[in-house]
């Protein structure tokens, strides 16, 4: 059992926190090798995750490597931006929390079972089922992802998502609708907490900012709210050109 309580990490005017632009932090460091990048702008294989990032938001040149990275008229996630520049289409702009590990109960959970590719067909049927995020086929090879199991069928799970030097993001936190009210989703939370613990990382997560129940949730076992961030699905220029061509 590991109980640590852990200040929120002081921020500095002059530089920018690394979790503020995690996904960016995450494939330029331990997710590297997953990275398909263009100059400034980066993302996951299209089978692995949605997130695409940008080295700066506010250069105009790293949403030119962006535009090249994903093609015309292609609508793309971007985390960190508050808004596009001229000649992108928003099409979804919304609002998120970023929570940190500072007072977090992590222990094993001695009923999880390890989840892999075998497992993905189940996994994708629970998340479908609950909705909690993006979840793709190959998103197991982000992390490790941990399920609880009731008569052989998967009914709970959580995993690793982001890697930003220093630290892990825990994600794609489910339970199965007729299983809720058990725990089970806080005990798979400690559980992968411990993991990323063990190799001296500090867990962090994110929720949308209208998630009210699951924010409260996570406050009560030991998460304090960092920030509020911009969520944009963006369009990039050249829709019309490609439609034409």
């Given at each position: 059992m590991s109980t640590v309580a852990r200040p929120t990490p002081p921020q500095s005017t002059a530089t920018p926190h690394i979790l503020d632009n995690a996904a960016w932090a995450a494939l330029t460091g331990p997710h590297a090798h997953l990275a398909e990048r263009v100059g400034s702008a980066?993302?996951?294989?299209?089978?692995?995750?949605?997130?695409?990032a940008l080295a700066d938001p506010a250069d105009p040149r790293a949403w030119d490597d962006l535009a090249s990275l994903v093609g015309p008229?292609?609508?793309?996630?971007?985390?960190?931006?508050?808004?596009?520049?001229?000649?992108?289409?928003?099409?979804?702009?919304?609002q998120g929390v970023q929570l940190v590990d500072t007072a977090l109960r992590a222990e094993p959970a001695p009923e999880a079972v390890r989840l892999g590719p075998d497992d993905v067909p189940e996994i994708l049927d629970l998340i479908a089922r609950t909705e909690p995020g993006p979840f793709l086929p190959r998103t197991v090879e982000l992390g490790t992802y941990l399920g609880i199991r009731h008569r052989g069928r998967l009914i709970a799970l959580a995993g690793e998502r982001l890697r930003p030097p220093g630290w892990t993001e825990i994600s794609a936190v489910c339970t199965a609708p007729d299983h809720r009210g058990k725990g089970l989703a806080t005990r798979l939370v400690r559980a992968i907490a411990a993991g990323i613990r063990e190799r001296g990382d500090t867990p962090f997560l994110h929720a949308s900012a209208t998630n009210t129940g699951a924010i409260r949730l996570y406050e009560s076992i030991g998460f304090t709210l960092r920030r509020r961030s911009d969520f944009l699905l963006v369009r990039t220029p050249g829709a019309e050109q490609e439609q034409t061509a």
């Amino acid at each position: 059992m590991s109980t640590v309580a852990r200040p929120t990490p002081p921020q500095s005017t002059a530089t920018p926190h690394i979790l503020d632009n995690a996904a960016w932090a995450a494939l330029t460091g331990p997710h590297a090798h997953l990275a398909e990048r263009v100059g400034s702008a980066a993302r996951y294989p299209l089978d692995v995750s949605p997130f695409t990032a940008l080295a700066d938001p506010a250069d105009p040149r790293a949403w030119d490597d962006l535009a090249s990275l994903v093609g015309p008229g292609t609508v793309t996630p971007v985390t960190g931006a508050k808004s596009a520049p001229q000649g992108w289409e928003t099409v979804q702009h919304g609002q998120g929390v970023q929570l940190v590990d500072t007072a977090l109960r992590a222990e094993p959970a001695p009923e999880a079972v390890r989840l892999g590719p075998d497992d993905v067909p189940e996994i994708l049927d629970l998340i479908a089922r609950t909705e909690p995020g993006p979840f793709l086929p190959r998103t197991v090879e982000l992390g490790t992802y941990l399920g609880i199991r009731h008569r052989g069928r998967l009914i709970a799970l959580a995993g690793e998502r982001l890697r930003p030097p220093g630290w892990t993001e825990i994600s794609a936190v489910c339970t199965a609708p007729d299983h809720r009210g058990k725990g089970l989703a806080t005990r798979l939370v400690r559980a992968i907490a411990a993991g990323i613990r063990e190799r001296g990382d500090t867990p962090f997560l994110h929720a949308s900012a209208t998630n009210t129940g699951a924010i409260r949730l996570y406050e009560s076992i030991g998460f304090t709210l960092r920030r509020r961030s911009d969520f944009l699905l963006v369009r990039t220029p050249g829709a019309e050109q490609e439609q034409t061509a």
